[in-house]
């Protein structure tokens, strides 16, 4: 009962961790927790990152260290876990509210058969909902998004590509 006790307790923890790229979203609205395990006096969690190569990596796995650290576990164990690959069909909708909230237009479209092979996006703009939108570039501030601009509202905004 302890052990099932302690991993909420760790959940709840972990929900207070935020992607320091996106800070809008958590590890959790992410998706990157694979797994929390407790043995004897050591917690081990097994994240997965949103791509190989990703720099928020180490920053995340140090923020994980220290929401543990802070609430007296002190054994932690930080495990990558690369296969499966990450994908946005792991974000909570509740991470792509947030998104969208925020001025990110969120991913809209589910992996086919977990293969990421997508269909061309609608991207509606997050701040008036237009779908006329342009792609501007594959290439946004961070890997994981794009740059889009909106024909509407003129507004230019970042996407978070589906993979």
């Not at 909420?8 to 959790?28: F, G, K």
Request: charged fraction near 25%; aromatic fraction near 6%.
């Amino acid at each position: 009962m302890k052990e099932i006790m302690l991993k909420d307790d760790i959940y709840t923890w972990l929900s207070a961790v935020t992607d320091p790229e996106v800070p809008v979203l958590t590890i959790l609205d992410l998706g990157i927790v694979r797994k929390v395990s407790v043995e004897e006096n050591a917690v081990t969690i097994t994240i997965t990152p949103t791509y190989s190569g990703c720099p928020a990596m180490d920053v995340i796995a140090m923020n994980i260290r220290m929401a543990l650290l802070s609430h007296g576990i002190k054994k932690i164990n930080i495990e990558n876990q690369l296969s499966p690959a990450w994908t946005t069909d792991w974000m909570t909708d509740e991470g792509k509210r947030k998104l969208k909230e925020y001025g990110i237009a969120p991913p809209v479209r589910k992996s086919q058969n977990g293969l990421g092979l997508f269909e061309e996006d609608i991207v509606a703009c997050p701040r008036c909902g237009s779908e006329d939108t342009t792609l501007t570039s594959q290439f946004g501030p961070t890997s994981c998004k794009s740059l889009y601009k909106c024909n509407s509202c003129h507004e230019p905004f970042e996407h978070f590509k589906c993979h």
